[in-house]
Nanobody, 122 residues
Framework: EVQLVESGGGLVQAGGSLRLSCAAS????????IGWFRQAPGKEREGVSC????????YYADSVKGRFTISSDNAKNTVYLQMNSLKPEDTAVYYC???????????????WGQGTQVTVSS
């Protein structure tokens, strides 16, 4: 069974940091991309960052460039999202999903997971 499980969210003050984890099982990253998405209350889900395993490229939304860093530990089948200099507008539920490439829709396995809540206080 394919699963992607998000963790690492929490409550943090503006300017603080969090590291999210996306633990995958049931498939290997080799031919896919892993994206981080977020959905704030009353807003549509948006792509935040992505890492493509076909060419190692990474993608960041303009709103998080320079503050967020995506990385992976292939031995652990886990993708991380290091979030620094957090802002109140980063408050959202964060999800990870496998896609066929960065910028392409997800998830390609099943449906969205439960996500992990990130709350940034001002």
């Amino acid at each position: 069974e394919v699963q992607l499980v998000e963790s690492g969210g929490g409550l943090v003050q503006a300017g603080g940091s969090l590291r999210l984890s996306c633990a995958a099982s049931g498939f290997t990253f080799d031919n896919y991309a892993i994206g981080w998405f977020r959905q704030a209350p009353g807003k549509e889900r948006e792509g935040v960052s992505c890492i493509s395993y076909s060419d190692g490229s990474t993608y960041y939304a303009d709103s998080v460039k320079g503050r967020f860093t995506i990385s992976s530990d292939n031995a652990k089948n886990t993708v991380y999202l290091q979030m620094n200099s957090l802002k109140p507008e980063d408050t959202a539920v964060y999800y990870c999903a496998a896609t066929y490439g960065c910028g392409k829709p997800g998830p390609i396995f099943g449906s969205w997971g439960q996500g992990t809540q990130v709350t940034v206080s001002s």
